[in-house]
Each structure stands twice: as structure tokens, then as C-alpha cells.
């Protein structure tokens, strides 16, 4: 059963015990995979595609033919359902571009920003139980709107070797651009090294396993990455008058994904701590992933109780969640109060399943209290600015001396050199 604390007595490592490095043998065995990725490449993911997978590939990119079999195939009204999942994730990403600035105004100078988009990435989609069209829609179409022009998909193989009708479907839907039956660690390796058939890309995105997440930092440098993804994670704040069956049930929807995932409810209310502590045991009996669920709760799950909702509002603010729920009778009045959250779900009527799925906010968000520094993917992820600068030799001689001086005050004479010697030379 899932354990109560006092939020008053409850330590700061009981609420924030969540580590996201891999163990020392993860460690090794991602080193081996990346290796012989590098050295082998096609010739090495096919043999751990076999090792890991159960399947023997001659090809490893999905063909055209399996992407209009994968559309001709999918229930007509699912494919609706993508659709419409994928135009609400457009309208919400396309409010993300940034605009370029230049700027005029000081006499003989121009400077200014722009925004260019990364030009290969790769996505990573894992396999549980099938590849999920819900990460493949919300990866590629941010790429799509920041205008990356190679977007490459890596998700394991079914036992038979394709991939989920689904998964091509919300591919194809998304518009990536070429799709490899190839996944985990060596799927990392492929992309960030490149092999026969992979291509090198310039930046990693996507969830995965602690083999994922690991060679997602062995190989950052080389190419870029979104975050260091840890296991699923809910908080759920609520005042005493949410119903217990529905905080239960967005308690287990997280708690669900794996034994490591973290759910708890944070609430001013005692009552309806304990009616949703009994409530959770009571849905757990019907899950049809009770055995992960209710290791994930009894071993992560925490019920806090606090003064107040001001209090609340800082123990979700410590704790930093992947997805907050506000199920309080003035959602928006307590927004305002919170600082370190992915996503945050205002009031009783929005389950955080709405924002996995379908309303169109991002669902890659950050874990493990990493919500006090990074966001959620968004269209940033995929675009790097640059600055730029002009200065007529007019307007350069006007601050030279500055210039000099500030560089030969940090005693880096060649910074001074470069500009006294255009001031010398101009009226030669």
C-alpha cells in the first residue's frame, strides 16, 4: 500500500530520491554496443537486432511498400484519430517559431540573430508493446515546423520483423523521412556514427530505457540531445474536493509504465489522502499491468499531506514532476505559484493522459527534477541561432581604443593588435 507522509516531517531525500545514472554493467554494456556499432556498423545492428529482438533483417529501413500497406491497413477511424492528434500538436508547436531580429540602430552597425534549423536528426521510438505512434507525432512534427530537413525514425522490430501499422501510419502522418527497424543502444550508436544504411544525424531526441539513456550521454558531443530521460513520472495536487477514484486512476496511469515509475498525490486534505490510498488498492485489482503498477507504487508512490495548498504548492515546486495536475477548484489562481513543472494539467476534468495523447502540448518532458532547468521537446530543440555583426570602419574607429583597452586588460595583447591595427592602417 502506498505510504502517507506529513510534509512537515517527511526529509528532502525521501522526496527527491530519483537518480537517473546507469549502473556500472549498463555502463560497460553500452560501451561494447557503441564500439562495435562504430567498427561493424549495418553488420553489427543486425546481429544485436537478433540478440535483442528475436529477429533476423536482410533490410533494415521500412519500404515504401510497408508504409502504404501500414495506411491501407489501420482502422479508418484511428487514423482519424492521428490526425487530428496531429494538427492539435501542429497548432500548438507552430506558436513556438521564433522570429530573426536585426538590430539598426547605433550609426554604422548592424547586428542582429537568426534561426536556422539542425539539419539531420534522429528520433528514437522504444517498443511497448509497440512502437508508440503518440512519441513518433510528437517528435517529428516539431521538427517539421522548425524546417529540419532529414528527420530519421529508429524503433525495434516486431518478433516478425515489421513495425506496428500504427507507428508507419503516425509516421507517416508526422512526415519523417525514412524509418529503421533498429532500436536501444545500437540505435543511438547508428545515429550518432552512421552506418551503410543509418545515416549520421546531427542530434538524438526521443525516450528510452536506462541502454537508451545511457548511450544518449555517451555519445553527447558528438551529436547533440534532447534530455536525459528517467522513468514516467505523476504528481497529482489536489484540495479535499476531487473525487479519490479519479486521482487514483491518474495515479496508476503513470504508474503503469514501469517499476520505476514515480506517482504521488500531494493534498491538504487527510480525508482524501486516505480514501485514495484504499482506492488505489481497489483499482489495482482490475489493471491489466497491476503487477507493474503496484510495484511502481508501493516502491515509489508517495502520499504527502500538507498545512495548506500554499505548502502543496512548494512541495510540487521541490519535487519538480514530469506532470503536475492542479485538481484544485481554482486551477489558474494556483498556476502562478508554480515554478518547476514539464506539464502542468489545470483542474479535475484533464487527466495527463489528454496531454499524451491528443490536446497538443509536448509529452517529452523533463524527469528527475531536471524541471527546474530544461522544458519540454518543443521546436527549440530542433534550431540553433546564430548572431551576427558588421561595423562600418567609421563606426570601428569610434570604440577601438575602448576595445584595446578592455583586451589588454585581460592581458590578451593579440585581441588589442587586431583592432589598433585597422585604426592604424585606415587612412593609408
Not at 514530469?322 to 498556476?335: Q, R, T
Not at 555583426?389 to 593588435?417: I, N, P
Request: charged share 25%; glycine share 8%; hydrophobic share 45%.
Amino acid at each position: 500500500m502506498i505510504k502517507l507522509y506529513d510534509f512537515n516531517r517527511i526529509r528532502p531525500e525521501e522526496i527527491l530520491n530519483r537518480d537517473i545514472q546507469g549502473e556500472a554493467d549498463v555502463s560497460a554494456a553500452v560501451d561494447a554496443v557503441l564500439a562495435a556499432v562504430r567498427e561493424r556498423g549495418d553488420e553489427a545492428l543486425r546481429e544485436y537486432t537478433q540478440r535483442f529482438d528475436g529477429v533476423k533483417l536482410q533490410a533494415l529501413q521500412v519500404t515504401r511498400e510497408e508504409l502504404d500497406a501500414a495506411m491501407a491497413a489501420l482502422d479508418p477511424d484511428f487514423l482519424k484519430t492521428l490526425e487530428m492528434a496531429a494538427e492539435n500538436i501542429r497548432r500548438f508547436h507552430s506558436q513556438q517559431v521564433h522570429q530573426n531580429f536585426v538590430l539598426t540602430d547605433q550609426p554604422g552597425v548592424v547586428m542582429g540573430q537568426r534561426y536556422t534549423p539542425v539539419e539531420k536528426v534522429g528520433v528514437c521510438v522504444p517498443r511497448s508493446p509497440m512502437a508508440f505512434p503518440s512519441t513518433i507525432l510528437m517528435s517529428v512534427i516539431p521538427a517539421k515546423i522548425a524546417g529540419v530537413e532529414d528527420i530519421v525514425l529508429v524503433t525495434p522490430p516486431e518478433p516478425d520483423g515489421s513495425v506496428s501499422a500504427a507507428a508507419l501510419a503516425a509516421a507517416e502522418i508526422a512526415g519523417a523521412d525514412r524509418i529503421f527497424k533498429v532500436g536501444g543502444a545500437q540505435a543511438v550508436a547508428a545515429l550518432a556514427y552512421g552506418t551503410e544504411s543509418v545515416p549520421r544525424v546531427d542530434k538524438i531526441v526521443g525516450p528510452g530505457g536506462v541502454y537508451v539513456a545511457t548511450a544518449k550521454r555517451k555519445v553527447f558531443g558528438l551529436v547533440g540531445i534532447d534530455m536525459l530521460a528517467g522513468p514516467s513520472e505523476i504528481l497529482v495536487l489536489s484540495d479535499g474536493k476531487s473525487d479519490p477514484r479519479w486521482v487514483a486512476a491518474d495515479m496508476l496511469s503513470q504508474a503503469e509504465h514501469d517499476v520505476l515509475a514515480t506517482a504521488v498525490l500531494v493534498t491538504d486534505s487527510r480525508e482524501l489522502a486516505e480514501q485514495v490510498q484504499l482506492e488505489l488498492e481497489r483499482q489495482l485489482e482490475t489493471l491489466p499491468r497491476r503487477d507493474i503498477a503496484r510495484r511502481s507504487i508501493a516502491d515509489n508512490g508517495k502520499i504527502i499531506i500538507t498545512d495548506d495548498l500554499d505548502k502543496a504548492a512548494e512541495a510540487a515546486n521541490l519535487i519538480a514532476p514530469e506532470h503536475l495536475e492542479l485538481c484544485v477548484e481554482d486551477p489558474f489562481a494556483l498556476l502562478g505559484k508554480i515554478r518547476n513543472a514539464g506539464s502542468i494539467f489545470l483542474g479535475r476534468s484533464v487527466p495527463e493522459a489528454m496531454g499524451d495523447y491528443f490536446a497538443g502540448p509536448n509529452h517529452t518532458l523533463p524527469t528527475s527534477g531536471t524541471a527546474r532547468f530544461s522544458s519540454p521537446l518543443g521546436v527549440d530543440d530542433f534550431v540553433k541561432k546564430s548572431s551576427f555583426l558588421y561595423y562600418t570602419q567609421e563606426a570601428l574607429e569610434k570604440v577601438s581604443d575602448r576595445v584595446a583597452a578592455f583586451a589588454c586588460a585581460e592581458g590578451l595583447e593579440a585581441h588589442a593588435r587586431s583592432v589598433k591595427i585597422r585604426s592604424e592602417g585606415a587612412g593609408k
